[in-house]
């Protein structure tokens, strides 16, 4: 057997004991989980320095957002039918690193996509990237010090590895990462009719209507394009606007990259960079052809970089970008910016900025996406209410919050009843007479008629709840 299938055995074997069933043995891999990360910072502040660069103070607020939802998980109890046995294959890098390799992991145990190890019971094995190798090291070397060394268990390595995985049979499969592996992956899962989760990313667009407060417009694109070096899955990847504002759309972002990273991002602690050599001669070679805006460093740093009079098929437009490029379309009117939209594979994510409402609300209706964001870019995936994942091109499947319990349990339906009543059961028995016939007929309408009441019941009763709220705090 290869190291993979010894790996996959071992979990599916620790599963079939049991052991990870009990609600107490899940809570204390929680505890453990926050005990690794709370103990261990240094060690993954470390790693994630040697993969990305500076990382700032925001590595701080990274570790205690992980903290924070691990600890809600104490009060929820929802019982499902785990999957049994899952495997994750991390992305080598998505908002951090650690952010979506842990916690994604967390998808495959309960109700938040933030708390691992919880209340389904179920094993995982996991393939972090190699391309962020430092940090794949570190989840090797120090996760089995805190958490069951069988029943979650890492597999690092490269391209014959996760093939090697693949060839296994899994109960679920979640993968984060490009289009191009995606369809490899739900390929592998076909022969088993594997279930997959795909988180794919792609282009995803941010259009701004000139009639919006264009500098906090540009502010929060800024903010957005360029955390982790604009290498994140749902990173704003091209601005659409009429070209009466392309010029003051640049210079408001030349301005914010000033302010957030003072005269040098690439000196800056708050500015990573790019992941490795190949990624940054890829986000190079899209520039040709581009005008520069401002920007356009030729060294590993890659400082941020604005492109203008870009159009469709420019070669920077052929491909997610999934770095700090950035990208000006011109366009005419919103429908033409929805127009661009649709001739297109549909994004994981789509930005509008407008104080118009029935603009905004043109753009919902007439375009399909991942999610779609008002005023805002990325803040969407921190509200664990709103369910996360792609559309085609960009992905399949939900998780966070309520949805990725949802997503990655088996929602098996139970019907338990007793041998008794057989006088009532006896009229679905043929032969079907007319008076057979009568009673079922009395007996459905006694049931839809039960249903009625029940709503009824139901709406004056929330009518009620409505009226004392309204008495007792609006007055």
């Not at 951090?96 to 179920?122: A, K, Q």
């Not at 549909?346 to 991942?370: D, M, Q, R, W």
Request: charged letters at 20%; hydrophobic letters at 40%.
């Amino acid at each position: 057997m290869s190291q993979e299938e010894l790996v996959v055995e071992r979990a599916r074997r620790s599963f079939q004991t049991g052991r990870s069933k009990p609600l107490e043995f899940r809570l204390q891999q929680l505890r453990r989980l926050q005990s690794f990360l709370k103990e261990r910072q240094e060690d993954i502040k470390d790693a994630l320095q040697k993969d990305l660069g500076k990382v700032g103070n925001s590595f701080i607020t990274h570790i205690y957002f992980v903290i924070l939802w691990i600890s809600l998980i104490y009060s929820v109890l929802m019982v499902r039918k785990c999957y049994h046995l899952v495997l994750y294959i991390s992305a080598w890098i998505t908002l951090m690193v650690w952010l979506l390799t842990l916690l994604e992991l967390s998808v495959f145990h309960d109700e938040f996509v933030y708390h691992f190890l919880c209340y389904s019971g179920n094993a995982a094995i996991v393939k972090p990237s190699e391309i962020s190798s430092t940090s794949s090291t570190v989840i090797k070397q120090l996760l089995p010090l805190y958490l069951d060394k069988d029943l979650y268990q890492v597999v690092e390595g490269g391209v014959p590895e996760t093939q090697q995985l693949l060839k296994q049979r899994f109960d679920h499969i979640f993968y984060t990462g490009s289009t191009a592996v995606g369809k490899l992956v739900m390929e592998a899962a076909a022969p088993h009719l594997t279930p997959v989760t795909l988180e794919l990313g792609g282009k995803s667009p941010c259009y701004i209507d000139k009639d919006c407060d264009i500098r906090i417009a540009c502010r929060r694109i800024t903010w957005a394009k360029l955390i982790n070096c604009g290498q994140t899955c749902i990173a704003p990847d091209f601005i659409l606007c009429e070209p009466s504002v392309q010029n003051r759309v640049v210079e408001e972002i030349r301005r914010c990259v000033k302010e957030f990273y003072a005269d040098s991002p690439k000196t800056s602690d708050d500015y990573g960079r790019i992941i490795n050599q190949r990624q940054f001669k890829r986000i190079v070679g899209l520039m040709e052809g581009c005008t520069i805006a401002f920007g356009g460093d030729a060294d590993e740093s890659q400082g941020p970089t604005v492109l203008k009079n870009v159009t469709g098929d420019s070669r920077v437009m052929q491909e997610e970008i999934f770095g700090p490029l950035l990208p000006i379309v011109t366009v005419q009117s919103v429908d033409e910016a929805i127009h661009f939209i649709n001739e297109r594979e549909k994004p994981l994510a789509l930005y509008v900025f407008s104080h118009n409402v029935k603009l905004i609300e043109k753009v919902l209706a007439e375009t399909s996406s991942g999610a779609l964001v008002a005023n805002d870019c990325i803040v969407h995936f921190l509200d664990s209410a709103l369910p996360f994942g792609g559309v085609g091109h960009s992905g399949m499947g939900r998780y966070r919050g309520r949805h990725t319990f949802d997503q990655l349990s088996n929602l098996r339906s139970c019907m338990i009843k007793q041998l008794k009543m057989e006088g009532l059961n006896s009229m679905r028995y043929p032969p079907h007479s007319t008076k057979k016939l009568g009673w079922a007929r009395r007996f459905l309408l006694s049931q839809l008629n039960v249903q009625k009441l029940r709503n009824m019941a139901m709406l004056a009763m929330l009518t009620c709840l409505a009226a004392f709220v309204v008495q007792r705090f609006l007055r």
